[in-house]
């Protein structure tokens, strides 16, 4: 089985501690992913493909994101509950890696999510005003 990674994106200070610790303890890699390395795909990232000799050019990401790889499901969640019981290291834009997103970069998946979230907050407020 390949080992269980979590992707951190723009996550620092103590919730970066917070998230950490969960990693430690449900026996996850944490890899905080630098800005220069953000033009890489997800898969790469995750160490599932090659990374890319390109070097990076384009929009910094800025968004918060964790993109778990490889986790079981009790990892799964371990970390997602642990994260909610701990106030202030909630992070909204999260994703597992899958078939359709190995191959996006960190820009475009956080795109895609942050459209999802937007699209449900506006299904929400439609349905409850």
């Known amino acids: ?3 269980p ?10 919730k970066a501690e917070t998230i950490g610790m969960f990693c430690s303890k449900l026996d996850i890699e944490l890899r905080d992913v630098k800005t220069d390395e953000q033009h890489q795909t997800i ?5 599932t493909e090659a990374l890319s000799e390109a070097s ?8 918060e994101m964790l993109v778990l790889c490889n986790l079981s499901a009790e990892q ?3 970390l997602l509950t642990g994260l909610r019981s701990v106030s ?10 899958t078939e359709y997103n190995i191959g996006w970069s960190a820009a475009r998946l956080a795109a895609e999510l942050s459209a999802e979230r937007d699209a ?3 299904n929400r407020s439609e349905r409850h005003p």
């Open 88 to 97: 202030g290291a909630n992070v909204s834009l999260k994703a597992v890696l």
């Open 76 to 78: 799964q969640a371990g």
């Open 120 to 122: 449900i907050a506006r």
């Open 5 to 14: 990674v979590l992707l951190a994106f723009n996550i620092s200070g103590e």
């Open 56 to 63: 990076f050019e384009g929009e910094e990401f800025t968004d």
């Open 43 to 47: 898969g790469a990232l995750c160490r």
């Open 1 to 3: 089985m390949k080992r």
